[in-house]
């Protein structure tokens, strides 16, 4: 299982429902990696795309403890055994968490690969990323050169779990 998200300096991911900043290479990027494949989203993460509605070409399955929420075009899920249960049988390389901050948590012991983008920038923020320097189990294993997007300076990084030996 993959995560994709762009985190700043302080692994900060948004701030008020929104992302921090909207770089256009990170979001193609982000296109090309999701498009055709499997995205696990919260609520909240819906709600901020356009018109709420959910991402074309791509199975959206969202995650919400609201029994009475629906959405046209994506799967409801209520729990994160059930997520798991709708992931039977398909490719991890095709699955992508993409956000907010407690699906991220949720299912970080699951994923294995992590598409990072770091903005050399503190905002603003109240919702954040796991630190994964903190987590011995992960491990930095791609670095982009640096990228900028006006005076913004950030990097694409390649997050890999690194198994118990």
Known sequence: MNMIV???QNWAIGNKGDLLVKIPADQQF???QTTGKIVIMGRKTLESFPNGLPLPKRTNIVLTKDKDFSV???IIAHSIKEVLALLRGKKKSDIYVIGGESIYRAFLP???TIHLTKINYAYEADTYFPNLDEYPEWKLVGESDEQTYFDLEYYFYLYK???NR
């Open 72 to 74: 046209k075009g994506a």
């Open 161 to 163: 779990k690194i198994k």
């Open 30 to 32: 982000f296109r090309e």
């Open 6 to 8: 762009a985190v700043d």
């Open 110 to 112: 699951y994923a294995e």
